[in-house]
């Protein structure tokens, strides 16, 4: 061991260091950039997810904090292959999703996207987070991509303990094929006796994209709320 080994610090304090900085939303930006420029160097998972944290602040001006996350952001993006298994052991465990999501987007083919939020979304499901909010954006994020695995696993999300996640997951599939998914909404609808705003959802999805409820419609029709109805081919309908 020479003499400059001994002043030198070890990558992992190195991190720890930089990363401090990198979460800090009232230090100088230019020590804050300068920290995350450090981090993209280094380059190991580790450090990579270090820079990930600079997502989970915002800072003033809001002209700022957009500017420092898209060069973040193009960063990460450079690092293609990379930058996925931080991004995924951040995804799973963090609540700011946004900026990630997008950097894992951009950085895979669509296919590939769709796999790797899957493996989330998985992990969601058996290892629910403290908050729903997370798994609620995570499905808001799929946009419009669509699997037949993603399917599956939202419809997992039908049954989930927050309204919130429900009700994303009930965006997410009212987009797909009424054939497929129809008798799942119908039975999420049954199954969410004391959730209204659930109920309320899956009703005016129904009214608005024309779905009937046939083969429940003994089932919807006594417990159907006031304000809605159905036509004699089992359509829902608004009133007033």
């Avoid at 991509?145 to 039908?158: A, K």
């Avoid at 303990?161 to 609808?189: G, M, N, S, W």
């Amino acid at each position: 061991m020479n003499l400059l080994s001994l002043f030198r610090s070890s990558p992992e304090k190195q991190i720890e260091r930089s990363r401090k900085k990198v979460k800090e939303p009232h230090g100088d930006p230019a020590t804050r950039m300068n920290a995350a420029l450090r981090l993209r160097e280094i380059g190991t998972p580790e450090s990579v997810l270090a820079l990930l944290d600079r997502f989970t602040i915002d800072v003033s001006p809001s002209g700022q904090d957009e500017e420092e996350k898209q060069e973040v952001l193009s960063w990460i993006v450079q690092m293609e292959e990379e930058a996925v298994e931080p991004l995924l052991r951040f995804l799973k465990r963090e609540r700011q999703l946004y900026w990630p999501v997008k950097a894992l987007r951009e950085s895979l083919s669509e296919q590939g996207f769709a796999e790797k939020m899957n493996e989330v979304l998985m992990d969601h499901w058996e290892n629910p987070p403290a908050s729903s909010d997370p798994t609620a954006q995570l499905i808001h994020l799929l946009g419009g991509v669509r699997t037949p695995e993603l399917v599956d696993t939202i419809r997992l999300f039908l049954e989930d303990q927050a309204d919130d996640v429900r009700l994303a997951a009930l965006d997410y599939l009212f987009a797909h094929d009424e054939d497929e998914i129809r008798e799942t909404i119908l039975k999420c609808y049954l199954n969410s006796e004391e959730r209204p705003r659930v109920r309320g959802n899956i009703l005016n999805g129904f009214v608005e994209h024309g779905w009937s409820v046939k083969g429940f419609r003994a089932k919807v029709e006594e417990t159907l709320p006031d304000g809605y109805k159905l036509t004699r081919d089992g359509l829902v309908k608004t009133v007033g």
